[in-house]
């Protein structure tokens, strides 16, 4: 198994903490920018990451890790790429090698959280239910260091209610062969209202060889960046993870002191759209930032704000959206104009091909009406096979583009789309263009169509999750070619 050589120390470093939305690419590079050694991204499930594919991201010069249902789970650049930590929730040994195996050449170290309180971890048996299970714990790791796996760590987000047991428990992890330990000082009851337990952190840092990482001094002791040093004394710890102080002001990490909270801000935003993070989240962590100023204008702009645009124009960075959007868009453009050799893509024959730059519009045609019905119904009437749909993903942009074949020839569109369904839409498009047929556009005079069901109103049918529902005399449909693999899948059911 290849494996990430570069070893990364746990000794004197300052850690952003892994916290729920907040710790996703825009936030780490941040952090990374004021002064943080080692970031750490939110915690992510096992099997949610057991159903992504690595793509790599030209666009944004990333690599992401894409669910099914086309949604960035974890995204990740070269930049962090020695200095992030994956953690992910697990209760199963074989799983969470799995996910190692899967993220590991793109990371700096892989953690598995155990203590985190919340449901959705506990009730899997990951966190704070692996706290009660040791011989899970033992077993996860163990299979982490026989299988070569580097730099994995524990972080272990709540204490036993007994000091013994917290020590013995600690111990029989580090026996497992682990890089570093983190400590949350808190019972996996108590809350950060509650005091953090220096005092039985710095009686694990005693009791252990490996690296200790302290957490869990935001409330009571860290305000500051000097604050950071007082709480490793405080806990005779190796290192400091700080979470909820790094949340509200990223610039804790900064030797020099705070920095004002619009400059962090705009900081943060203009990472948000250059790296494409979605709006939503992009949102939640500027709200985690402004606290108690939610009220204020600004605060009231934000929370109103609906796009990545309408957040950039609260924080007076319209400009900057405009420019980075042409500046990927441009990015984009290029990298689909290439050839397929340079793209490193298999070389199709287009000899005979129709051709046209086009893309379907669902918003000008009828609710009931499309370009492929309007195809279907006009081979019907001249007696002519149905037609038939070839459609391909490129790995690049994860786009499709499709040609219909119809009385032995090709049609398609030079134009990618963002579902397989619009693919072949843009190709019927071509192919009535093409002979000067009616395509059943608004005002169009188009002729009669059997009215079938659509998609609901409310969905969007480029989304996976929109389904064409069977019609009497499907259209005939070649398998489905992923460029990445040269798999062939099924089209129906994507």
Known sequence: MIVNSLSLCYHNKLILAPMVRVGTLPMRLLALDYGADIVYCEELIDLKMLQCKRVVNEVLSTVDFVAPDDRVVFRTCKREQ???????????????????????????????????????????????????????????????????????????????????????????????????????????????????????????????????????????????????????????????????????????????????????????????????????????????????????????????????????????????????????????AKLLARTPEEAGEPAEDASGVIKMAVRFDRRAYPPQITPKMCLLEWCRREKLAQPVYETVQRPLDRLFCSVVTVAEQKYQSTLWDKSKKLAEQAAAIVCLRSQGLPEGRLGEESPSLHKRKREAPDQDPGSPRAQEPALSGELCKKPFVDLASGEETPLEGR
């Open 82 to 332: 020695n200095r992030v930590v994956f953690q992910m929730g697990t209760s199963d040994a074989e799983r969470a090698l799995a996910v190692a195996r899967l993220v590991e050449n793109d990371v700096a170290g892989i953690d598995v959280n155990m203590g985190c309180p919340k449901e959705y971890s506990t009730k899997g048996g990951m966190g704070a239910a692996l706290l009660s299970d040791p011989d899970k714990i033992e077993k996860v790791s163990l299979a982490w260091v026989k299988a070569g796996v580097l730099n994995h760590v524990t972080t272990l987000d709540g204490l036993l209610p007994q000091l013994e047991d917290t020590l013995n428990l600690v111990k029989r992890i580090e026996r497992t062969g682990i890089a570093a330990i983190a400590v949350h000082g808190r019972k996996r009851e108590e809350r950060p209202q509650h005091p953090v337990s220096c005092d039985v952190i710095k009686a694990i840092a005693d009791a252990l060889s490996i690296p200790v990482i302290a957490n869990g001094g935001s409330h009571d002791h860290i305000q500051q960046y000097l604050d950071i040093e007082d709480f490793r004394q405080a806990t005779a710890a190796s290192s400091v993870m700080v979470a909820r102080a790094a949340m509200w002001n990223p610039s804790i990490f900064l030797k020099e002191g705070l920095r004002p909270l619009e400059e962090v801000m705009q900081k943060y935003i203009r990472y948000a759209v250059q790296y494409d993070n979605h709006y939503t989240n992009t949102k939640y962590c500027l709200c985690q930032m402004l606290r108690e100023q939610l009220e204020s204008p600004q605060g009231r702009l934000l929370h109103a704000a609906q796009s990545s645009q309408e957040i950039c124009e609260a924080f007076g960075l319209g400009a900057f959206y405009e420019e980075t959007t042409q500046q990927l868009d441009a990015r984009r």
